[in-house]
Every structure is written in structure tokens, then in C-alpha cells.
């Protein structure tokens, strides 16, 4: 089956589902989305890295990715394989010592451990033809700048969110601080 490469797009709280998060992958090469619904503490495992956070301790997929260098074990690829009943199936691609290793993995973990290891993610098309959407002429845009402007932190200037930036670090709540971040590049883009 051919593979399809998926990027993140966006990650924000779900309305439909209270403690749940929309995690949002898009094509690399399209304009479809797969939204899928992740925890809480997955989503801040997912958005630490992708902001490149530094918590003072180690998340629990960076001890995975500490544990598996350690034994030799790399990530090679997540693909998303199934989509069954609502939920997202994927399989970590592993290799150790030049064998691959296919290993279950709930997909909110999979996309975790794939940021920490560089790896690629993909889906395929009789997954992406069933949970996927498609976004006529958003290929480019984000889907949360909206939810952004209209956000609390509208009122604020960038060096006061910048501030806020910071406190929302030391506080260790990742997933306000990448609200904040991306507030702050939209509206520095915008003078």
C-alpha cells in the first residue's frame, strides 16, 4: 500500500469532548486533515516537543526515547494503519540491530515518540478516505489563528505576552505556553 506523509497542522482543545484535545494531521502533499482526539497529558507531551520545550523532568515519551537508544532501538516511521469504530490505529516501525520490529502503539503515543525521534508519519489512503476531511483552500493556512485572535490574550502586546510566555514555562503548562507562542509569531508576522 502506498504511504501518505502527514505533518502536524494544530493541536487545540476539544469542544466535542471535555479533557480531550484535537490533534490536527495534514498532507504533507494535500490539502486533507485527519482530527484525532488525544488526552490531555499526550497533548502535552506533543506539544512540548513541538516547541522544544525543556521540562524540568523527562515526559514519559522522552523516557521511552531514552530507554529504546539505550537498548539500541530506533523509530524509524508511524504509520497510522487503521481507523475502526472512531479510533486511530498506528504502528511504531522500530529497528534494532538491522530488524524491524512493528510494535502497537495508540496513536496519540505513536505521534509523541515520533517527534522525539525524527521520524516521519504516515498514514494510508483507505485510512485517510474514511477518517480524513478536506479543507478546500486552507492547504497553507492554520486552522487555529482564528481560535487564537479570538483567544483571552487578545488584549495583550507581544512583550506582555512574551512575559506570560515565560511564567506559563516555569509553571510547566506547555500547552498555554504554545498558545502563547504561536499568538506571538502571528501577530509579530502581522507588522
Given at each position: 500500500?502506498?504511504?501518505?506523509?502527514?505533518?502536524?497542522?494544530?493541536?487545540?482543545?476539544s469542544h466535542s469532548q471535555s479533557s480531550a484535545y484535537a490533534l490536527i494531521l495534514g498532507e504533507v502533499k494535500g490539502n486533507r486533515r485527519l482530527p484525532i482526539i488525544v488526552g490531555g497529558l499526550e497533548a502535552q507531551s506533543i506539544a512540548v516537543e513541538v516547541e522544544k520545550l525543556k521540562p524540568?523532568?523527562?515526559l514519559t515519551h522522552d523516557l521511552f526515547?531514552?530507554?529504546?537508544?539505550?537498548?539500541?532501538?530506533?523509530?524509524?516511521?508511524?504509520?497510522i494503519n487503521k481507523f475502526f469504530e472512531g479510533i486511530f490505529y498506528?504502528?511504531?516501525?522500530?529497528?534494532k540491530d538491522g530488524k524491524i520490529i512493528e510494535i502497537d502503539s495508540r496513536t496519540?503515543?505513536?505521534v509523541?515518540?515520533?517527534?522525539?525521534?525524527?521520524?516521519?508519519?504516515?498514514?494510508y489512503e483507505s485510512v485517510m478516505s474514511i477518517g480524513g476531511i478536506t479543507l478546500e483552500g486552507e492547504k497553507d493556512e492554520d486552522p487555529l489563528?482564528?481560535?487564537?485572535?479570538e483567544s483571552e490574550f487578545s488584549t495583550y502586546s507581544v512583550s506582555e505576552l512574551d512575559d506570560l510566555l515565560h511564567k506559563a514555562i516555569e509553571q510547566e503548562n506547555y500547552e498555554?505556553?504554545?498558545?502563547i507562542r504561536d499568538l506571538i509569531k502571528k501577530r509579530n508576522k502581522l507588522k
Open positions: 500500500m502506498q504511504k501518505i506523509e502527514l505533518k502536524i497542522v494544530g493541536l487545540s482543545y524540568a523532568r523527562p526515547k531514552a530507554f529504546a537508544e539505550n537498548f539500541g532501538v530506533s523509530v524509524r516511521e508511524v504509520i498506528s504502528l511504531l516501525i522500530c529497528e496519540s503515543d505513536a509523541a515518540i515520533a517527534l522525539r525521534f525524527n521520524s516521519p508519519i504516515f498514514t489563528s482564528s481560535e487564537l485572535e498555554r505556553a504554545s498558545t
